[in-house]
């Protein structure tokens, strides 16, 4: 599908269309880039090697501990409650008994952890906005891996739009999310810095 210029100042102007417009007319994202609306704006981040590097030792250590076959998912777009906010989180473990629904998309009510590795550009999103939508939903256990400073940020017990529970964690010290619903610890010794 083609877009022209007034088609998407239209668009811009017209609070009636839905998030699935909006992101068909994103389409096609550049490679090795990711799209998310936050609050109805439209963030673009690159995909970096130690960003992907991160994710893939979390997400071993998520199958190690609840098996190949558990919901798990990477950048896939869910939507979740507030003004047009369509994330893909970088890890998302969903509960084990989580069905799409007819458009393929999952509840983020089914979400049981969020693990999010910021980029300089998008970081305020993750600690921010992203961060109350994931408390009011009520998201378990969100997780900020932050490689520029080499620490990971744990919330949990969600209340309002806040979490009540907060533990930094620096590179090379295990995530323990024993007391959580997960019930695993995450080894973050091996997590390159940025």
């Known amino acids: 599908?083609?877009?022209?210029?007034?088609?998407?100042?239209?668009?811009?102007?017209?609070?009636?269309?839905s998030l699935d417009d909006l992101f068909d007319q994103l389409e096609p994202v550049p490679?090795?880039?990711?799209?998310?609306?936050?609050?109805g704006v439209v963030h673009m981040s690159p995909q970096r090697t130690t960003h992907w590097d991160i994710i893939r030792r979390v997400l071993r250590q998520l199958e190690n501990h609840f098996g190949e076959d558990a919901r798990i998912t990477s950048d896939v777009r869910i939507d979740f409650p507030g003004y047009r906010n369509g994330f893909c989180p970088d890890l998302a473990k969903l509960a084990d008994d989580a069905t799409?629904?007819?458009?393929?998309?999952?509840?983020?009510?089914?979400?049981?952890?969020i693990v999010e590795v910021i980029s300089k550009g998008t970081a305020i999103n993750d600690y921010g906005d992203k961060k109350e939508t994931y408390a009011?939903?009520?998201?378990?256990?969100y997780v900020i891996v932050d490689p520029y400073r080499a620490q990971c940020h744990v919330f949990a017990s969600p209340k309002g739009n806040t979490y009540r529970s907060e533990v930094t964690v620096d590179f090379?010290?295990?995530?323990?999310?024993?007391?959580?619903?997960?019930?695993?610890?995450?080894?973050?010794d091996k997590f390159p810095r940025d």
């Open 1 to 17: 599908m083609t877009v022209v210029l007034t088609d998407r100042i239209e668009m811009a102007d017209n609070d009636d269309f």
């Open 31 to 39: 490679e090795g880039y990711r799209v998310e609306v936050v609050r």
């Open 100 to 113: 799409p629904d007819r458009k393929g998309k999952f509840s983020p009510y089914d979400v049981e952890l």
């Open 136 to 141: 009011e939903t009520g998201v378990p256990v």
């Open 172 to 188: 090379g010290d295990p995530i323990d999310l024993t007391r959580t619903p997960l019930g695993l610890t995450i080894r973050t």
